[in-house]
């Protein structure tokens, strides 16, 4: 059993950054992949991005593909998504997720734990 948390969301200009953080709780943080994953009013929760158990490895959504950033910090039970260049479509509730498996996966339904997901407003 793992708890996730997020936190770093908030309001912010086209244009800006903002970084996210999701705190783990347990002691096989280590063991997981983790995800970001985002949700907008009215949409689907989709993919951002994953990075494996050891940061050896990534992916990210083609819509964020180098503008935001996807790094963990096992020492500290701690994955982060770093977003730069944010526009009006990154709006959206932001969810950490960890997968059991040292799959890298995209799929929503892969994952086994979730946050409880912190706001991203992107204004104009």
């Known amino acids: 059993q793992v708890q996730l948390v997020e936190s770093g969301g908030g309001l912010v200009q086209a244009g800006g950054s903002l970084r996210l953080s999701c705190a783990a709780s347990g002691r096989t943080f280590r063991q997981y992949t983790m995800g970001w994953f985002r949700q907008a009013p009215g949409k689907e929760r989709e993919f951002v991005a994953v990075?494996?158990?050891?940061?050896?490895?990534?992916s990210y959504a083609d819509s964020v593909k180098g503008r935001f950033t996807i790094s963990r910090d096992n020492a500290k039970n701690t994955v982060y998504l770093q977003m730069n260049s944010l526009k009006l479509e990154d709006t959206a509730v932001y969810y950490c997720a960890a997968d059991q498996t040292f799959a890298v996966r995209i799929t929503p339904t892969a994952y086994d734990y979730w946050g409880q997901g912190t706001q991203v407003t992107v204004s104009s």
């Open positions: 990075i494996s158990w050891n940061g050896g490895s990534t």
